[in-house]
């Protein structure tokens, strides 16, 4: 390169050097350096007023919902951001069946989580309170409720319970005489056993425990995925089997021997399911049978 063409590029190099140093402070942080802060004063763009979102206010009264063809207790709940079980122990029609749910039914809808009950005799605040595991002072002061200090609510009257729980835990049923199945739980038959439906499914509690009808040896506990949810199939070495499903969990794996009255796993709504219920199906040689046929008289 000719020593005027060096010189020139040393010219060129040199002036970049210094731009780039005389913008060093300007591109590195300063450390310790605090955010600009925006003038309220300033001439900066922001969005109108009624363009920013704002929450909705919190509900703070009970509402009567009609039910829409395609809705569910899950549904319906997450719409108002409930859960299933408030739903269940405001409206004691579904408490016990939550298969009760029909078109055009009407549900009380809490602005809260918890329960809508009826005061019966006998009833106080503290005895409510320890049913639903919440403070007597959390019904008292719940606005709703309009109790004055040391009054007791009046038999016939309603009250909300803010965030109360209730466990229920039916007990096992017991064996009959005569009869070699047992019913899995203590429940309310929801739909029997017809040419579209070869099983007999029982309304229960949510996580309300599923007792084995007969002893055998468990040979699946998994999802289906066919519309059953969690199911839990049970063998009896006699070539017939007993289907439990829409489980919520198994408390047996395959391989395990149950006896009759052991526990298989806990009511759900997995599945293709409308609510908390067990389907039961017994089948013989692979062939549905009606349960009722082997079942005592009532669960």
């Not at 198994?250 to 052991?262: H, I, K, T």
């Amino acid at each position: 390169m000719p020593d005027d063409h060096r010189r020139i590029a040393r010219a060129l190099l040199c002036s970049l050097l210094v731009l780039l140093f005389a913008l060093l402070p300007a591109l590195t942080p300063i450390v310790g350096a605090r955010p600009i802060e925006l003038d309220t004063a300033d001439d900066v763009a922001l969005p109108p007023a009624g363009l920013l979102p704002v929450a909705p206010p919190p509900r703070t009264a009970i509402v009567t919902y009609r039910v829409q063809p395609g809705d569910s207790l899950w549904s319906i709940a997450a719409d108002f951001d409930l859960d299933v079980d408030t739903l269940r122990w405001s409206n004691p029609e579904i408490a016990q069946n939550p298969d009760l749910l029909r078109l055009g039914q009407e549900l009380v809808i809490l602005p809260v989580r918890g329960a809508y009950v009826t005061v019966q005799p006998g009833d106080t605040v503290a005895r409510l309170a320890e049913r639903w595991g919440v403070a007597p002072a959390d019904i008292r002061s719940y606005p709703l409720n309009a109790l004055r200090e040391g009054e007791e609510p009046r038999p016939g009257s309603k009250l909300v319970i803010p965030h109360g729980r209730r466990v229920i835990a039916p007990a096992p049923p017991a064996p009959a005489a005569g009869y070699t199945y047992a019913w899995p739980i203590r429940g309310v038959v929801t739909q029997r056993y017809w040419a579209e439906h070869r099983a007999v499914d029982l309304g229960a509690p949510y996580g309300a425990k599923v007792y084995a009808a007969r002893a055998g040896r468990c040979i699946s506990a998994s999802w289906s995925e066919i519309g059953y949810g969690y199911l839990v199939i049970v063998d009896h070495g006699d070539g017939s089997r007993a289907y439990y499903s829409h489980l919520k969990g198994a408390w047996v794996q395959p391989g395990d021997w149950v006896g009759r009255g052991d526990l298989v796993g806990e009511v759900g709504s997995t599945g293709n399911s409308t609510g908390p219920h067990v389907h039961f199906e017994i089948r013989i040689g692979g062939a549905p049978q009606n349960p009722l046929d082997f079942l005592p008289p009532a669960p």
